[in-house]
């Protein structure tokens, strides 16, 4: 008796909270959000992109510490702001020196060796494995959220249009969408990328008209169950504008499908950047891309450094698996039969 005297929005809330498996993929797409965000500053490695290369130290297993040198280049300091590190990052004002030998150690005064633990190893040019996971984790929910985007605004707008007019407008919108439905993603994906060139935000928009079809057939469909319905034709016959009557009073009496919709998307989304950065078209070096570090180090997995392309594997799985059930949770916490 309790939930019928929450508003809608609460009730949904409640139900999202008592669904365990949909909280823990919520609880891991926070704590990924979480590491996005901090991103530089959390980073053992805080370089612009986390590429620093100590070739020497190339392959160390997780968990490995090595004693460095710490020497001041003689750069010129520049100084930057807080945002600026916490966007870009930080050129070091120090070179660091592998002392991988006990007799070069006697080279150097106390005060000038440190020590460094890469808890996930180093991958094959000697770079922090952990910080470009963090720093791979920005692609990925930008890559999400920007797709996302693209595909809800062209979906839902083509979608409504075709399901609220019909006739021969819906008609072709409606070929348009079983044209585009029936090509592979990965390869759409791929042609809208070599006609916009390879680059950071070219892989955004790709992925992003690649998936709207999806979002229009389920926005059609809906306003085609709806549109006769009491409150449409009262609004109709109080003269309201097309428009208004699509966006304020059709799509809001969906907006569950649609959320359910834009988190399966994210999900695809991940799986697409991924895929398009293993296969050269992704986001490029030295940007670290969980996809581009699995195609970097997919070799290993025959040799005894297979973590190197298991670890960023895992991480997609783990993040596409928390979206998914997310999505889930939201799915049955707007249905009204449950």
Sequence with gaps: MEEITLSPFKRVLLKLWKNKLAMFGGVLIVITILFAFLGYLIMPDNS?????????????????????????????????SFVDVWINGKESDFDYIPLLDDSTKS?????????????????????????????????????GLVSVIISMFVGVFLGAIAGYYGGKLDALISWLINVIWSLPSLLLVIAISFALGKGFW?????????????????????????KEVEYVEAAKALGYHEFRIIFRHILPNILGPLLVMASANFASAILLEAGLSFLGFGAQPPIPTWGGMVKEHYGYIIMDAAYLAMIPGLAIMMLVYAFNIFSSGIRDAFDQKN
Excluded: C
Aim: proline share 2%; aromatic share 8%.
């Design 48 to 80: 612009p992109n986390a590429n620093e290369m100590h070739l020497e130290i190339s392959t160390l297993s997780p968990g490995t510490t090595v004693d460095f040198a710490k020497i001041e280049n003689g750069k010129t300091k520049i100084e930057k």
């Design 107 to 143: 080279d150097y005064n106390t005060s000038e060796i440190i020590h460094r633990t890469y808890w996930l190893g180093t991958d094959r040019y000697g770079r922090d494995m952990l910080s470009r996971m963090i720093l791979g984790t920005r692609v990925s929910l930008a890559v």
């Design 202 to 226: 070219q892989v955004f928009i790709a992925i992003g008209l690649s998936m709207w079809v999806e979002v229009a057939r389920l926005v059609r469909g809906q306003i085609l169950s709806i």
